[in-house]
């Protein structure tokens, strides 16, 4: 029997097995899965009355919020589109991706409009303006109110007819070249992410899951569907505060975290997490780049918490891969342990992965030898949004090529060394800057570091170094960087040169944006980087 | 990205993250996930020589063997249909299954092709027979042995282009009535299923599965593609016998095995498991009707093992329900966790489920109102294979109709209390047959019991008995049964005549069949029962 499958699925269990349960907690608010449904209800049908039908797109610009967790819900249960912002862009970018994705309202937090109100005006397709309230104010001129809006809204439930392959959600990259392009994932591919992720993070009705990755950043990995499929709860987090977290985790019995390593460095580093005792045992899923071992171990042993290290990409809904460590490699003792934990990791279920070299060819999984990773899944986007050349680029003979340089070991776990577009062939060899950044970091003066390629006459490119310095840190000059580099791996590795800069530029979800550093090597050369 | 889901993805993923893991263990025997999946290309390149192509049947008539197992992946691999069948029939029901099915190559174990010799010139269909070593004999005159097949085939890796909805399966029902029914299960149902399995009883590559439930019932619950993807280990099962499956759930580091409440008792009993300790734990997952709160505690007490109660039928891949305890109720202590766990349970993910009466309406959701259980879930069948007719009177609407008849509670728990066409109607109440049939068991004296309706002028149907009483046991009147009765529940509900006989008529999966018993009473009465 074919029923298709349907992120309202997740909710309806939910509501089914636990309206009782609380689904959501904010602040002091507690919201059962019974009374998230109603207002879900509400919000649907107050969007079908300002006109919103199957197939349009509804923006969000909103913190972790209770209505933002119920937009999710509400768009997807009348078949439109949910194109939730990242919060840390500028007025432009929203002017274009809204008018981008044609969205016909708009919800935005009452933290946030202020970024809004310059724009409104250029924002054409926009037929309503919603305010969504935060702790001090809910209402202003030109806006619709939240509160108001759903209260006199009908509570009858309402789904639209889906098939599983409609779109359910557009979600804009936040590309490190160019303009943001939008990532289409259908019903069926958040799906599959979900069912991946309840069983790869072991989602269960124990679990009490804290927002702290933005819901905008890939529907925050599809957790507002997982857990709740599983009758988890839901902790909001309107802001990254290390401190707020540790007693979150502590009050609200917290057992699950995802999160970028910048906040859970954050979390370490407060002197808090020392004297925060829970009972509950508590695992963070981490993705970005591969921490040392060192700091997976630390989140285990002081902060005892179960260290997850994932892999995906917004154009995978996210997910593809997850260090889980094998019962044989469990065995090898906790240096092992931590070491894999690090890794990118094994390919979920209904994931293939290749490690592929320029030739299309499988490398040899012997964890050495670099090729781009390619992707072949369910969970892999539709294409991007109106962009149907992009998709081609991406999308070739049925693979999603991720733009990432990895390895793969015998045993299938997958190291990322770099991105493509990163990657330094100099005199014939590649140079993962990634590597020549880790050594970096340990130098005690450097805050951040990049490594970039530039053009060289006789090896074709040579590793450059842009590098920032702690506050009040010795001198150092490039002599000192370079044979720091030259005591830990090979000279050919190592940068050539080295510039000191005062700030790395970097996007607004914080990746460095290296092709702003490269440009001026770049723009006089004769040859030019892919 | 549309990838069609496919039985083979489960173990691809295993030979890519798993090769030189043990998959399955056969007596003395390992064979690793590379070399299973080597024999299972030499199977699938042997079967397309012996020209089976896609949507071809192929027929499987053997205990849990490595060959068995081999079987449903190189089968499902080259698109084939795989057709296990039930060992405990007699000649005259292969006769009907395998032409009914129309297979076309007829693979049989060792231990069992006596059963065929006599109907081999009756299943016209069938080009090939294919004998199934068992421990002592690997040949037969008129049979291709099975060994040298797999050594001469080429081990190269083919796999049918497919849909998910194409047809993986057909398992034919032991209905209680009439001949034999073929459920049609497709790779997406089986797939979801699976999905499931790794959810519900929590399967991960640290598993050692025992096949202790057969696995031409249901494809074993499907455990044999659950428990591949997630890299868990197969120990085979050839019999039935308590004593080995203890050494085995010691020797081999059994984690989980499913099994008939039957089975259970058996091991139970054993006085092997009161010394036989285990360092691991493990689960067992039974299914079939509700068993005494008192027994999952002697599982979980005495044994040692957790018990895991699962509800579900053939037309459903099988699974519906887990008897899961939810956080809040396990918190009520041992007596209700045992309570709730004796239940059909909650529903899975992606099942939807209700319970409605005669109308057609939901009952009250009170644990106490009756009325049949429906099904809607990708899981369930696509049809009775070539009885559309019969297709039509079990799913209607979009809903399986399963012919159980149970109850709701306001948690979502669902009991079944009795099969719709078991169900007696008493003056207008309805009376469980299995609750009668519960109080019966209790008697000292009783070893088997059934309870039916039998036509009565003024009630409508009364409860009538049907005993069979132990050996050597006192003698036991008619009205010392019903006295017992009496006294243990409302007098309308307790039987109004009993009859002693000394065997129940069962069916061949040990179903006891009632219809047989109520047909004479029903013959000559005016009134039909349904």
Redesign the interface.
Known sequence: ???P?LIN?FL??AV???PQ?VAVIEGEKRITYKELQDRVNRLANTLRSLGVTKGDRVAYLSPNTLAMFEGFYAVMQIGAIMVPLNTRLIPDDYDYIVNHCGAKVFCVDADLNHQINPIKDKLVNIDHFVLLPNEKRATEEGWLTYEPLLEKASPVYFAEEMEE?DPATILYTSGTTGRPKGVIQSH??LYFNA?NT??HL?AT??DVLLHTLPMFHVNGWGTPFSFT???ATHVMLRKIDSSLILDLVKNEGVTIACMAPTVLNMILNDPKAKVTKVEQSVRVTLAGSAPPPSFVKAVEKDLGWEFIQVYGMTECAPFLTVA?V???IAEQGEDKIHQVKAKAG??M??V?LRVVDSEGEDVIPNGQDVGEVIA???????GYWQQPEETAKA?VN?W?HTGDMGTVDE??YIEIVDRKKDIIISGGENISSIEVEGALYEHPAVLEAAIIAIPHERWGEIPHAVVVLQNGSEEVTEKDIINFCRERMAHFKCPKSVQFINELPKTASGKIQKVVLRKPFWDNSERKIN
């Open positions: 029997m074919h029923v499958m699925d309806k269990r089914y097995l636990y349960k392959t069926r591919g069912l309840i069983i072991r009705d124990q499929g599983m009758g889980h094998k019962p044989h094994l390919n279920l209904n293939e072949r899944s369910n969970v892999v986007m539709d999308i049925g999603y045993e299938g």
